[in-house]
């Protein structure tokens, strides 16, 4: 069985930092692309990052360029999310995902039960 658990969720002051990490479990870590989401009410889901297997390239959404980096600790089964210089606008719930691709151009198979961040002003 896929399970995705995230955690290090949390309130932080704008301008702060937060390391997300998801643990993974179930299926060959190293040969699925892991992506982050986020969910804002009242907003549809978007896009944080995703890290590739085929060559360990990352991508990230227009909003978090210079201010996120994912990275992926195979001995752990982790993938981490560093988000620094955080705005209210990132405020949401995060989700990581197991793409069903070993590059970032799949779809999201399983997910994670998500971790709340919220970032005051």
């Known amino acids: 069985e896929v399970q995705l658990v995230e955690s290090g969720g949390g309130l932080v002051q704008a301008g702060g930092s937060l390391r997300l990490s998801c643990v993974a479990s179930?299926?060959?870590?190293?040969?699925?692309?892991i992506g982050w989401f986020r969910k804002a009410p009242g907003k549809e889901r978007e896009g944080v990052s995703c890290?590739?297997?085929?060559?360990?390239?990352?991508e990230y959404g227009d909003s978090m360029k210079g201010r996120f980096t994912v990275s992926s600790d195979n001995g752990k089964n982790t993938v981490y999310l560093q988000m620094d210089n955080l705005k209210p606008e990132d405020t949401a719930v995060y989700y990581c995902?197991?793409?069903?691709?070993?590059?970032?151009?799949?779809?999201?198979?399983?997910w994670g039960q998500g971790t709340q961040v919220t970032v005051s002003s």
């Open positions: 890290i590739s297997r085929s060559d360990g390239s990352t």
């Open positions: 995902t197991v793409l069903d691709s070993i590059d970032c151009s799949g779809y999201g198979s399983s």
């Open positions: 179930g299926f060959t870590f190293d040969a699925y692309a």
